[in-house]
Nanobody, 121 residues
Framework: QLQASGGGLVQTGGSLRLSCAASGFSFSNYAMGWFRQAPGKEREIVARITSSDGREYYADFVKGRYTLSRDNTMKMVHLQMNNLKLEDTAVYYC????????????????WGQGTQVTVSS
């Protein structure tokens, strides 16, 4: 019900745009988030956007570099990632939650399959 795309290999300082297409649920009623998980590390929130007013939240380590947006008509979210760093390398997951005010993975009901982002020097 969530299909992520747009990952790939990029050099440090480069950009990528991840997209997530939703189906099978009432998209506009769900907050959407992007998480990432690097090898040996826990899954962590990257950014999320509310359903009610489109307010964005960003983890400190991506503030000023990433931009999250949603298109309720197309049922999609996009994560624009600029000035990528080596430490941004991870599998990125989009997810949907009924709560606008949570960053905990356990509170996200639907998950995409993940897309690999690799940043090289």
């Amino acid at each position: 019900q969530l299909q992520a795309s747009g990952g790939g290999l990029v050099q440090t300082g480069g950009s990528l745009r991840l997209s997530c297409a939703a189906s099978g649920f009432s998209f506009s009623n769900y907050a959407m988030g992007w998480f990432r998980q690097a090898p040996g590390k826990e899954r962590e929130i990257v950014a999320r956007i509310t359903s009610s007013d489109g307010r964005e939240y960003y983890a400190d380590f991506v503030k000023g570099r990433y931009t999250l947006s949603r298109d309720n008509t197309m049922k999609m979210v996009h994560l624009q990632m600029n000035n990528l760093k080596l430490e941004d390398t991870a599998v990125y997951y989009c997810a949907a939650s009924r709560s606008d005010y949570t960053s905990a993975p356990a509170n996200f009901r639907f998950w995409g399959q993940g897309t690999q982002v690799t940043v090289s020097s």
